[in-house]
Nanobody, 121 residues
Framework: QVQLVESGGGLVQPGGSLRLSCAAS????????MAWYRQAPGKQRELVAG???????NYAASVKGRFTISGDNAKNTVYLQMNSLKPEDTAVYYC???????????????WGQGTQVTVSS
């Protein structure tokens, strides 16, 4: 069993910053990649930013230049630094990890419970 625990969401004014954290724990042999997704009311879940265990990253066009994903492989943790936040960034943010468990050599996708980010004046 693998658990992802997110933290750092909240209410922030437009132009402000927030930092999200996600820590993975449990029966982890290795993590190949971690990512942040978000889902706004009435919309589909979308990829915000992803990071492989080699450190390469990718971003949605809407957040490029404002958000930065980083991680600590030794701690199985990923972060999302969000700057210059806009009202349209309001959503529930979910952490995702592609995990190889001790159970077998297959890769499984795990999700966190989500953390609310609200950008409003």
């Amino acid at each position: 069993q693998v658990q992802l625990v997110e933290s750092g969401g909240g209410l922030v004014q437009p132009g402000g910053s927030l930092r999200l954290s996600c820590a993975a724990s449990g029966s982890i042999f290795s993590i190949n990649a971690m990512a942040w997704y978000r889902q706004a009311p009435g919309k589909q879940r979308e990829l915000v930013a992803g990071r492989t265990n080699s450190g390469s990253s990718n971003y949605a066009a809407s957040v490029k230049g404002r958000f930065t994903i980083s991680g600590d492989n030794a701690k199985n943790t990923v972060y999302l630094q969000m700057n210059s936040l806009k009202p349209e960034d309001t959503a529930v943010y979910y952490c995702n990890a592609e995990v190889v468990t001790w159970r077998d050599s297959n890769e499984y996708a795990y999700w966190g419970q989500g953390t609310q980010v609200t950008v409003s004046s």
